[in-house]
């Protein structure tokens, strides 16, 4: 069960790894772009190509749907970047139903784990594989790996590196329930510690990607980092003695620059950024297209 790209990885890993997918739950078709084309989600698109049977709910506790689940009596089920589950859907496998996180549990519960470890300026984050149950992201964890964030790097960066480490958790994750089912024993898992600071990871809007410059200028750097390329940090701004409003920010370092941001204490650079209308660009290109019109 799962939707955008993240989710194929371990799906591919299950398919050319042997294993028996019966079939793949996704997010129904929508239409995106200019031209309102109905695009299908990453996830169909990897199960149309190896001929898996494609589910596409509008209502999780839909009996139609219900029904179809149940008719491929599935031993296990696992869910990557999908929606939160009722537990008619999570409880129905003999073997339960498993989620990959990309956060090392218990922080970071929510939607937008990468994105607020990125924000709050984590030097690590990792994935982590656990057993559904009732409240979000609460379940007892099976696996732990973790990734180093780099000073620099952004969401992007960060997303596509967990990405490619997903696979080999889905694959290891299931191995193990597999051998422990063989075995019959109990699986090993450990409950989340219970945490003192806490840290959640809510959807993000696009009230949340405002830039607030009443913070220290690291913060705003690492504000801008954990929300690039997507869905982007922005601002209004006065650039060349033009006011632009809605200006996407996506990367930036300490100091002045050509273009800079005063934050409460002290300069930040914008070293990339789009202003409406326009494509993505750095600094220099942005000022000499300005002073060109």
């Known amino acids: 069960m799962g939707t ?32 309102h084309q109905v695009q299908f989600s990453p996830v169909k698109q990897y199960a149309l190509t ?7 709910p509008e209502k999780l506790k839909d009996e139609a749907f219900l029904a ?21 859907v999570w409880a129905m496998p003999r073997l339960g139903t498993f989620n990959v996180h990309g956060s ?8 937008a784990p990468i994105n607020w470890a990125v924000i709050n300026g984590d030097k690590e984050t990792g994935l982590t594989t656990f057993m559904l149950k009732h409240e979000i992201d609460t379940g007892n964890m099976i696996l732990q790996q973790r990734l180093a964030i780099g ?18 958790m889905v694959l290891r994750t299931v191995r193990l329930i597999e051998e422990c089912d063989r075995e019959g024993k109990p699986l090993p898992t450990t409950p989340q ?19 607030d410059t009443t913070r220290t200028a690291e913060e705003v750097r ?51 950024l789009q202003i409406p209308g326009k494509k993505r660009m750095d600094a220099r290109s942005l000022l000499n297209g300005l002073q060109n019109h």
């Open 50 to 56: 190896h001929n898996l049977p494609v589910l596409q």
């Open 4 to 35: 955008p790209e993240f989710a194929v990885e371990g799906l591919r890993a299950l398919v050319e790894n042997g294993y028996k997918v019966v079939a793949v739950v996704t997010m129904p078709d929508k239409p995106a772009g200019r031209g």
């Open 68 to 88: 179809e689940l149940r008719s491929y009596k599935a031993d296990l089920q696992i869910v990557t970047a999908f929606r939160m589950l009722p537990e008619v």
């Open 151 to 168: 000073d620099d790097e952004d969401a992007g960066s960060v997303h596509d590196r967990l990405m490619a480490m997903s696979g080999e």
């Open 104 to 111: 090392l549990l218990p922080q970071y519960r929510g939607a």
């Open 193 to 211: 510690p219970e945490l003192q600071d806490l840290r959640p990871a809510p959807k993000i809007f696009k009230e949340t990607c405002q830039i």
């Open 222 to 272: 690492n504000f801008v980092r954990g929300l690039s390329p997507y869905p982007a940090a922005w601002c209004n701004m006065t650039i060349s003695g033009r006011m632009l409003e809605n200006v996407k920010v996506f990367r930036t370092h300490l100091g002045e620059g050509l273009i800079t941001l005063r934050c409460a204490d002290g300069p930040l650079s914008i070293d990339e």
